[in-house]
């Protein structure tokens, strides 16, 4: 007994020395431990995509993080859905964002859960096709329900599993894809959830991802743009090769001798296929803590009426190719490519896949696990959306960029297995089949931005239904002026905030609040 009655006092010590540094470090700076959830590899053993292979078997640790602060007995929780990346890089959400915001209200505890084959989530040490069998959409939402289900959180007295206590899911993006089939799913366990910016109804390509830029961005900018892209698509369809050499070296691109690799790469301040690097139209936030100018800056540069004489003199270098017309902005354009693009890949190997190649085919094949590696093969075999150019109209992203492009990279980085192989082209009904536009769930909100780029996917696409009823189960918002799940970020006053996103934050509340009143209820109904 006076063995078990030190060790308590040591760890009562240790909880008081980790509530001291809590109270006295700005929420804004909270650190968080990582805890290690034992998860099913597979939880469908009676599925033979799944039990045909040897791997099949076991569990693995799953990361997850979570804040009490807020928790008053008889609160909720909510999870916190990682998506494709890791559980660190998502503690805004539990600081200062949309989790902190419905904590404070509702007195609950906020935790988020790692995505398998994220951060340290790993099933296995690499991501072979055959291991990664299992990062599957249906895979990743029991992961979900069977967290709910057993959770336990250190220091807590009290079980707080689903469901028992209600659970909302909060995700954005991919993972707000996953917070809809969660509940959709999983409706008996977990209670509700907020889907922001979830792609419910995906094509397998996807060129309206420069819609809201081509209508929102400066169009001064955006005419430049276009009408240099028409040019150098002109030259690519005659075949002008010292042409386009020519306009690939007035960028610092001659290197890219693939003419995809080189449309993307200039692309790169815009947003392009695969993965850019720049601070682009998607990176854009009300929060300046999160999201920099660096799009409109680039903006700026290509429409500025006061370049000096030497650049605005490159718009004639290629006149001879337009009848004598110059190519408007193309001195600027080309000039912050060169000064300030390029410079995003330090070692100037510019057509290695470290920079804008994609051609090296063994570079794809590499099976160390990786979170590129990890989102490719989510988007090789259910998600799609390839970011390719439109067919007619306008464009930010020269044509000969078309949905192969993307394809290519599943084919070289994920050859055939022994118990696993990608199709030939996503198979887009993974996440269609539920309900695309029409996707309904109790107790599940949907929340969108009408600037984000991603929006034409999510439930207030311009495709989709109109949306003129939104009730307390099915309730839906699209922020005005809003980009990719501007929601999730906060700045501790929700007051303070802008107004559209003050009111979104106002209404999120509300919503969780409703259905907390009905919670009882609903606990009662499940009971045998």
Not at 238 to 262: C, P, S, V, Y
Not at 327 to 352: E, M
Not at 412 to 426: E, K
Request: charged share 20%.
């Amino acid at each position: 007994m006076r063995w078990l009655s030190i060790g308590l006092l040591a760890a009562l010590s240790q909880n008081i020395n980790a509530l001291q540094v809590r109270r006295d470090t700005p929420r804004d700076e909270l650190q968080y431990d990582a805890h290690y959830f034992e998860q099913k590899i597979n939880h469908f053993p009676n599925e033979e995509l799944f039990t045909k292979s040897k791997l099949s078997n076991g569990t693995f640790k799953q990361r997850y993080y979570f804040d009490s602060s807020y928790y008053k007995p008889g609160g909720p929780v909510y999870l916190y859905i990682s998506g494709e990346t890791s559980g660190p890089s998502r503690f805004s959400n539990l600081q200062t964002g949309i989790i902190q915001i419905l904590m404070q209200a509702t007195n609950g505890l906020g935790v988020i859960l790692e995505n398998r084959y994220y951060g340290e989530s790993y099933p296995f040490k690499t991501s072979t096709t055959d291991e990664l069998l299992f990062l599957t959409t249906n895979q990743t939402i029991a992961d979900n329900a069977y967290f709910a289900k057993n959770a336990v959180f250190p220091g807590i007295n009290s079980s707080l599993t689903a469901p028992n206590t209600p659970w909302i899911v909060y995700g954005g993006s991919l993972a707000g894809l996953q917070t809809a089939l969660t509940i959709k799913v999983y409706g008996d366990v977990l209670y509700g959830g907020i889907a922001a910016s979830a792609p419910i109804n995906v094509p397998v390509g996807y060129p309206e991802w420069y819609n809201p830029i081509q209508k929102y961005a400066p169009q001064d900018c955006v005419t430049r743009i276009n009408n240099i892209i028409d040019n150098f698509d002109q030259l690519i369809a005659k075949n002008q090769t010292k042409a386009i050499h020519e306009f690939k070296t007035l960028f610092g691109f001659e290197a890219l001798t693939d003419h995809r690799d080189f449309a993307a790469a200039i692309a790169d301040p815009i947003g392009n296929p695969g993965f850019y690097k720049s601070n682009t139209w998607q990176e854009l936030n009300w929060n300046s803590t999160y999201g920099p100018r660096d799009f409109f800056y680039f903006c700026g540069n290509v429409s500025d009426i006061d370049a000096p004489e030497e650049i605005t003199q490159v718009d004639y270098a290629l006149a001879k190719y337009t009848r004598g017309e110059p190519w408007t902005g193309l001195g600027s354009y080309a000039n912050y490519i060169k000064k300030y693009t390029r410079q995003l890949c330090p070692s100037g190997d510019y057509n290695s896949n470290e920079c804008w190649g994609t051609q090296n085919a063994s570079a794809w094949a590499d099976v160390a696990n990786s979170v590129t590696r990890s989102y490719l093969y989510t988007s090789c075999i259910e998600q799609g959306a390839y970011i390719d150019a439109p067919k007619e109209g306008p464009t930010l992203l020269s044509r000969v960029v078309d949905t192969s492009y993307e394809q290519q990279w599943c084919t070289w980085a994920f050859q055939p297995g022994t118990s696993n192989s990608i199709p030939s082209s996503p198979d887009v009904d993974a996440y269609n089949a539920f309900g695309g536009f029409n996707f309904s769930a109790d107790r599940l909100a949907f929340i969108d931005g009408d600037q984000d780029v991603w929006n034409d996917l999510c439930y207030h696409s311009n495709f989709a239904p109109p949306r003129t009823v939104s009730t307390d189960l099915h309730p839906e918002l699209l922020i005005t002026g809003a980009g990719h799940h501007w929601d999730s970020y906060g700045i501790l006053d929700v007051e303070a905030e802008p107004q559209f996103i003050r009111e979104a934050h106002l209404w999120e509340i509300k919503t969780v609040k409703k259905w907390l009143r009905g919670f009882a209820d609903w606990k009662k109904s499940k009971k045998p």
